[in-house]
Every structure is written in C-alpha cells, then in structure tokens.
C-alpha cells in the first residue's frame, strides 16, 4: 500500500539514506576479544551445569547439556557472523551504529542531541588494545550508545570529533 | 512586577517551630512505637521509656527551634540564598538561571497550620532539591513569582545578546495574558474517574491486599467451609466454586472501592491551568500538590483510556517532562485524569503550538501482532494442553481454544497501531480496548534505533523506537521501507531544528 505523507516540507525520497552510508568495521582482533569474553561466561555456565547434571537424574542431565550446548553454537556462531553487521558509520550530522544478527538494529544519535562522550577500556580490553567509546544524551541511561572494539587512537580520534561537533550546537 | 522585597535574610512563617517540632519527632516515631509495643508486654520497661524518650522529645524539641531560627532564606539579585543548620551551618546559593521548577507541596501537618512548603528543583546533581518548608501558601506564591520573575530576568540579560531567540520576548508579556482553567474536577467527575480507573490494575493492588490480610481471617474461613466439606461431601466441588464466585464477588469490590479512594487522594479538587508557558496543576485530599510544568520541558504527551472511561466521554493525559532533578518522584503526579474531548484538544494545542493531527499515518502489520500473540500464547498453551493431555486426555485439549481470543486481540491491537507524522508532530496510536494516542514533537527526539530480527527481515518488517529526554517509545511491525522513511525523516527534523530542544 502507498502510503501518503501530509504536509512535508522535503522529499522523502530525497533525504539522505542510513541504510545507504559507508559504515566502517571494527579491527578483526575484536572478534577474538568477543570470543573471549563469552568463553569466560559459557566456561562459568558449563562448570555450573556440570555440577548440576551430577546431581540431577540422567534424562534432565541430557536436557540442560543439550541446551548449554546450544546457546554456546549460537552464541559464537553469532559472534562469528555478527562481526560483519558491526560497524559504525560518520555523517555529517549523525553517529550510526548497527549490530545484531539474530536481533539486528541501528542506532543514530544526532550530534546536536549530545551530552557528553568518553573513552573507556577495561582490563582485558587493555589486552587487545580496544576502546569503549560512550555517548550519552539527555534521554537517559536507555538512549546511551557505545561503541565497543575501536583501535586506541581510532576511539580518541572519534571523539575529539564528535565532542567538537556537539559543542558547536551549545 | 511582584513588591517583594527580600533582599534582607528572612525567617519563616514562626508556627514553622511545630512542624519542625513534629517532623523531628516523626523521625523518632518507629523508634517510640517500638518501645510501647515491649512496654505493653514489660510494664517495667514503661520507666525507661520515661528517662529515655521524654528527654529525648525536649532536645528534639529544642533542635526544632534552632533549625527555624537559623534557616533564613534571602533573594539578592537573581540569587536565591538559604542558611541553615544547627550543628553544621550550611549556605546555598541558587542563581536563579538554575532553576528548573518551583513547586508548592503541603502535607497534613502543614495544612493543619495553613502553610506551605516551597521546593526549589535545580538542574544540578540528583536528589538535591530545596525546600523552604513553612511559609504561608500567599507569601509562597509571591515568592515563587519573584523567582521566576528574576530567571527571566537573567534570560532577557542573556537573550539581548543573542538574537537568535525572538520568541522569548515577546512570549515573556503573554504569561500573564493567558490563563486558562483547563481541567477542575467536581465531586460526580471525581466518582466517575474512580469508577471507570483500570480495575483490573487496581484490582492487583486488591489482591495484595487480600492476601496480606488473608492469614486474619483464614482460621474462621477454614472453620466454616470445612463444615460444608464435611457435611456435604458430594458438595466439596460446588463449595470450591461458591470460593471461587466469592473470591471474585470480593476482588471485584475491593478493586472499586479502592479505584475509588485512590482517585479520591489523588485528584480531590484537581485544577490545571494552562499558561502560555506553562502547566499548573494542583491536586489532593490530604496532600495538596501544586506543580508548574513548562511547556518547553515537556518532551511528550501520552492520552489514554479505557471503555468504561470513554463511556462517560472521559480520557486521561499524562504530560512526561524531561527527566531532570527531583523528577522521578514527581512523575506520577503528572497526570490528568479526566479531559473531555475538547479540553483534550485545548490540551494538545496549549502544549504543542500548532498542533494539527496528521491526516496520514502509516499502518503497523496486524497480522505480523495476531503471530506475535500466537507465539506468546504458544509458550503457556501448549504445555498446559500437553499436561492437561497426559492427565485428563482429549477434553484437555479444549485448552487449545483460548488461541482464538489471544488471535483476535493481538489482531485487533495490532490494527490500531499506527504512527503519523506531519511537518512538526509524530502521533503514535496503539491499542484497541486500551486506545493509547502519543503527540511527540519531532525535533525533541534524542535519539532513533531501528530493530529488526532475523524473523522480521524474512518478511521486510522493522520496530522503531523513538529515544526522548523523557522515555522511550517505540513502534513496532512496519514494513521495512516505511520504517527507514520515518527514520531518515525524524533524523532530518532533528539535524535540519535549529536552537533549543527544551
């Protein structure tokens, strides 16, 4: 069905696109952080399930394995093919960032919405040499972005970026 | 232009002294009733209670004193300026370019003496709010003016320098022009807003109740039936079900009275007055609320209502302000519980300038809602049928039937949901027994995402949710390409809106 769009000041058609843009990956050593990080929590859920299926009767010990299992497949199975999906993309006006294979989304923040960003990096992430950086706006902890596995310099880089196009806007 | 002149340090109302007092001794009150309660027990106990706590109350007595005399609050400026302290002497110094709203609140005790507290809501850290806790409700008021009257004062300092906001001005003289009586509820409208509340909500609330006050009535409830059962055997399913039409009867009761009180507490003589700038709203049985909402925090309008409500030609609004200091505890309050059609209009524009409802909207997949629904049902139906299967065979599977009104009602939620957009406003509708409508003016969208699973992908549909200051709201089953039109757009009113967003 067409649907018909009342009153609108531009083309619709003429705006630029999101899902046009050139979007930038992340470094592939961050695909091999994220396998880490979730093999250290299978690790803890299967020793966790394995002491339980000890104790539990045979036909219940095959039921959580066979379910451990396969949350494990499809968590690095995801973490294999979400790698792709993951990028961010620069606009002029904007920051996008998609992700998600079984659950795929994008998210925009305009800079003129920008409170303040930061750079992060925990201690593992120390390890593989990857940033955080978090935006925050006014909507609150929910409407936060953070972008995850950026080169050191790369993070930095970015948010000069941004901060400087949002403090254009006070 | 308000005559106040407080350009002297100034004390309160002095009957501050005894809600000071009162307050102090309401810190104490748990400490007091626990003592009692040993004491009933232990009569010996009953002197120390003397020693301790009748002391106690002098030097709590005597602190209350202090604290009114010390606190004295003080306008200079545009600086509001408040001393206290007994122990620990503490100045604030507000600017008043800082403060996001002034409300007047008065609970039982201050009403009893015909005061007021005034509380001064900054922009700063969480929680930090001001309060000036005994004055009289005039002086208040005249306090409250000068304050905002000096804030703008500030902004027309500020506004001379920079051109870019015009409106400002010329807004700032029609403050006082319009003022407009939206919403005064009378007693019947009070009833009827009680009786058509959500009952089922309430009626949670009832439960609960009933619950906790179960184990008090259990040993007679048991008595009595266990009569039945023994006398009436063959009957013991009969008397489970008469439980059952009780418990109901009962449910249903309670679930209204207590729609009832609360409306009562709450909204006991609501007033809203729609300002050029802002929302004043007052409302209360015991305690009276008086909330100033500007128009320029608001960041959304949410109306909604249910078939009793629309019955009686009544819906209900809830205004949701940025989210700021202070702001989580107020959130409730801010809702208007009976705006007839018109005044929902007059609402609409009063808040959103130029508000014209979209003539188009782009329509949510009802069949994707109706699936949605299936799948849900799915996760309860199907093992309770399999149960019921296993025990009682093939009637169990009747179970089965409840997919058709799951069905039905997703189908028909689903129909109702649309968003609709024009050159300023998006309007979101959901719902079909529960109708919500939620007016957004586009450019105060903090931030959009798009969702999709890898369900949704296969058949090219999409969520979007739309982030504000004040909460998020999403839209969910649009076809993949009107979704990323809406996005695109939003994005577009948001980078293209110059100046403010609130």
Redesign the interface.
């Known amino acids: 069905?067409e649907?018909?769009?009342?009153?609108?000041?531009?083309e619709?058609g003429q705006?630029?696109?999101?899902?046009d843009v050139y979007f930038q990956r992340h470094p592939i050593r961050y695909r091999s952080y994220r396998m880490v990080v979730a093999s250290i929590w299978w690790g803890i859920v299967v020793v966790g399930a394995t002491v339980l299926g000890i104790a539990l009767p045979e036909w219940w010990t095959l039921l959580v394995g066979s379910a451990v299992l396969i949350l494990v497949g499809l968590t690095f199975f995801g973490i294999h093919i979400g790698y792709r999906k993951r990028s961010y993309a620069l606009r002029q006006?904007?920051l996008t960032y998609r992700k998600g294979?079984?659950?795929?989304?994008?998210?925009?923040?305009?800079?003129?919405?920008i409170q303040h960003t930061d750079v992060s990096q925990g201690p593992l992430e120390r390890k593989f040499a990857l940033c955080t950086l978090s935006i925050y706006?006014?909507?609150?902890s929910?409407?936060d972005?953070s972008i995850p596995g950026l080169e050191e310099d790369e993070a930095q880089q970015l948010r000069d970026f941004i901060a400087k196009k949002a403090a254009s806007y006070e | 232009m308000s005559e106040l002149n407080l350009s002297e340090p100034r004390r309160q109302n002095p009957i501050g002294i005894i809600v000071y007092v009162l307050r102090n001794f309401r810190a104490i009150a748990a400490l007091f009733v626990a003592t009692i309660s040993i004491g009933s027990a232990n009569p010996k106990v009953w002197i120390y209670i003397g020693i301790l706590i009748i002391p106690m109350m002098v030097v709590l007595a005597l602190f209350a004193y202090y604290q009114y005399r010390n606190f004295t609050f003080q306008v200079l400026e545009d600086e509001l300026i408040i001393r206290k302290g007994v122990i620990f002497k503490d100045r604030t110094v507000i600017p008043a370019d800082r403060i996001q709203s002034i409300q007047i609140t008065s609970n039982l005790v201050q009403r009893i003496f015909s005061l007021v507290s005034l509380k001064v809501d900054t922009a700063g850290s969480k929680g930090n709010e001001l309060e000036i806790p005994a004055l009289e409700r005039s002086f208040a008021n005249e306090l409250k003016a000068l304050l905002y009257e000096r804030k703008e004062k500030t902004k027309e300092g500020a506004g001379a320098l920079d051109q870019a906001q015009p409106n400002e001005n010329t807004n700032d003289s029609e403050e006082d022009k319009r003022e407009e009586v939206l919403v005064h509820l009378s007693i019947v409208d009070l009833v009827k807003v009680g009786l058509t509340e959500n009952h089922l909500k309430t009626g949670f609330i009832a439960l609960a109740f009933v619950f906790g006050t179960w184990s008090q009535y259990q040993e007679f409830v048991e008595r009595y039936f266990s009569g039945y059962i023994d006398e009436y055997a063959e009957e013991v399913a009969n008397a489970g079900l008469r439980l059952i039409a009780m418990f109901l009867v009962i449910y249903a009761v309670m679930s209204v009275l207590i729609s009832l009180a609360r409306t009562f507490l709450r909204f006991f003589d609501l007033k809203t007055t729609l300002k050029s700038r802002s929302i004043e709203i007052s409302t209360g049985l015991f305690k009276r609320n008086q909330d100033r909402i500007p128009i320029k925090k608001i960041q959304f309008v949410e109306w909604e209502t249910n078939p009793l409500r629309r019955l009686v030609g009544f819906e209900s609004a809830r205004l949701h302000p940025s989210n700021s200091a202070g702001e989580a505890s107020k959130k409730q309050r801010i809702e208007i519980p009976a705006l007839k059609q018109e005044q929902s209009a007059l609402l609409a524009t009063g808040v959103f300038p130029e508000f014209v409802l979209p003539a188009h909207a782009i329509p949510a997949d009802a069949f994707a809602y109706a699936r949605f629904g299936a799948i849900i049902a799915s996760f309860f139906l199907i093992p309770i049928a399999a149960l019921g299967f296993y025990h009682f065979e093939w009637p169990s599977l009747f179970v089965l039937l409840c997919y058709v009104p799951i069905v039905f009602l997703s189908y028909q939620f689903g129909k109702n949901v649309e968003i609709g957009l024009n050159n300023k406003y998006v309007v979101i509708k959901k719902g079909w027994i529960f109708p919500v409508r939620i007016v957004l003016p586009g450019f105060k969208m903090q931030s959009i995402a798009f969702h999709q699973n890898i369900f949704l992908k296969r058949r090219k549909l999409a969520h979007v949710k739309i982030y504000t200051a004040a909460g998020s709201r999403s839209v969910r089953y649009l076809s993949e390409i009107e979704a990323f039109k809406l996005y695109n757009y939003l994005l577009y009113k948001v980078e293209s809106h110059t100046g403010d967003w609130m």
């Open positions: 069905m649907t018909v769009w009342e009153n609108l000041d531009v619709i705006l630029p696109k999101v899902e006006l904007d294979w079984l659950f795929y989304s994008i998210t925009t923040i305009p800079f003129n919405r706006t006014a909507g609150g929910t409407s972005l």
